[in-house]
């Protein structure tokens, strides 16, 4: 039996203020930080869980809750590794816009299907992301704006590739990604229908740790609360 850990980042000023966020850069709130030095100490608790790695994206909230989990957790000595590919889903024009306002503009309708939806896609961003952060990534693959599919599709090479590859191992890992690339990755271990996958919630600093028995089959799945 093999252990995998998904765990979306602590309270983020974006989340605190109610607006899309997307790959912009915002660092957790002070609350924020509070829930993911819990989510640590609940990891941590987890008698028969140590990962051989952490992953998480390049994107600030993600990389400081993995290193105030790691602390918590004692898991420091753990190498961390980053992509743009756990990122969180590209919201597109929506960045920056809070999401009351979102609904008032183009209706309740449209902004749950854009928000939950796994292929509508919110309306694109003028041009790509310009950041050194993504200086070696080919810009042909930067988007401008994803539905919740297409997070899927550029993020389950990865985990395939880094992530499976070590689970199939017998490697316990550990994933400090975000709400929508968490949900995208949980559609896939689950094999939720498009209908299903509307009602699913992902909430900041709670743990899901799921057992696999050495073909990747889910045998067991805990939520930390």
Known sequence: MVKLALLRHGE??????????????????????????????KLGAIADFFPSLIHTSVLSRAIETANIAAEAAGFLAVPINKTWRLNERHYGALRGLNKDVSR???????????????????????SPTIDRRYRLVDPRLLPRAESLHQTQLRLLPYYEDEVASRLRQGQDQLIVAHGSSLRALIKYLEKINN?????????????????????????DKIITD
């Open 195 to 219: 209908v299903e996958i509307l009602k699913l919630e992902v909430p900041n600093a709670q743990a899901i740790v799921y057992t696999f028995d050495q073909d990747l089959n889910i045998v």
């Open 104 to 126: 008032k503009i183009f209706g309740k309708e449209q902004v749950l299907e854009w928000r939950r939806g796994f292929d509508a896609v919110p309306p694109a961003q003028g």
């Open 12 to 41: 983020s000023q974006a989340n605190a203020a109610n607006v899309y966020t997307g790959w912009n850069d915002v660092p957790l709130t002070d609350k924020g930080r509070e829930q993911a030095r819990a989510a640590g100490e």
